[in-house]
């Protein structure tokens, strides 16, 4: 077996230079910025845990984006554009939006997918259960009081039907009991709902999947890695895309790798997808057998061509800049 490299030796291997910049204050990181003469700067972190928001304030770049860390705009005029594709940014709405960064949109998605954890796709469970078991493996804080009633209206809509859901915070027991509070709140028995919190590793974790047929994509936060993991396992994700960016990540997921069918516009099509998916084991075994290698011939897999498409638009823009800078025509 060949040995792993540690994540943060290969990423650096793939770079020209790398600076560590956890010991230096924001002014000092936007001083090396400048003096490494960076034309482009991309955020990665959005308004999550340990950004450096506070750095693309400063604006030591003349060019800033933000992508993939963050479902939606960080609110900053100082970050230019925001990348995305046209689910996510659909060009209805324009290039100029209210309080937020213009978007680039790439052609042919704007996420990438790898999946290092060997692990096969494990046979349908409801061929052996005799029932559909839903799933989500979303964190709990996904799980709105929306996403709540939508996923309460599928088992409803699907009689037998049983939903897993898998955390690690569900090992408290107020916290399974209050999610299950919810579930009874909406009308669904609680024998109806699975929870499981254990994962010891991301193959413990995908092998979960054995256990689910369809997975339920959350609402208004829709999921990423968790969609991806669910697709890569053969199975299928019903995904509700709203007016909000963070609510369409899935759809354009989804639509990266063809199975925009799979997208719901409205509660009432989520439901209804959920439930036309149910009628046919035959078509849930051939999408547990097709999906990995349908993931891997998308551009979803095939990183080349995003980073490609990247590139272009990012190239685009920067020329832009110069010849407004230069008074040049376009």
Known sequence: MIPRIPRQKKIKSLFDEWRDIHQLNSEEVCNLIVRDKIDILIDLNGHTALNSLEIFSMKPAPLQVSWLGYPNTTGLKQIDF?????????????????????????????????????????????????????????????????????????LNAVPHSKLLLKRSPLNEEPVRRKLLSRFQDAGVEVDRIALEWEMNSTADHLA???????????????????????????????????????????????????????????????????????????????????????????????????????????????????????????
């Open 82 to 154: 925001i990348v995305g594709d046209e689910i996510v940014d659909p060009s209805e709405l324009g290039t100029n939006y209210i309080g937020r960064s213009k978007p680039l949109r790439l052609t042919h998605g704007y996420h990438c997918y790898h999946q290092d954890a060997e692990i096969e796709v494990a046979d349908l469970p409801a061929e052996k259960n005799g029932f559909i078991t839903f799933g989500s493996f979303n964190a709990l804080t996904k799980l709105s009081n929306k996403t709540i009633e939508l996923w309460s209206s599928v």
């Open 208 to 330: 979960k999947y054995k256990n689910v047929d369809i997975a339920l994509d959350s609402y208004p936060y829709s999921g990423t890695t968790t969609t991806c993991d669910a697709l890569w396992m053969g199975v299928p994700v019903v995904s509700l895309c709203g007016e909000n960016r963070s609510s369409r990540v899935s759809a354009s997921i989804l639509y990266q790798i063809g199975k925009s069918e799979w997208v719901a516009d409205s509660e009432a099509s989520f439901v209804r997808i959920s439930k036309d998916i149910c009628k046919s084991i035959e078509g849930l075994k051939d999408a547990r057998r097709s999906l990995r290698n349908k993931i891997i011939k998308s551009s979803l897999y095939q990183e080349n061509i995003v980073s490609k498409n990247l590139e272009e638009v990012l190239q685009s823009e920067w020329q832009r800049l110069c010849r407004e800078k230069n008074n040049l025509p376009g």
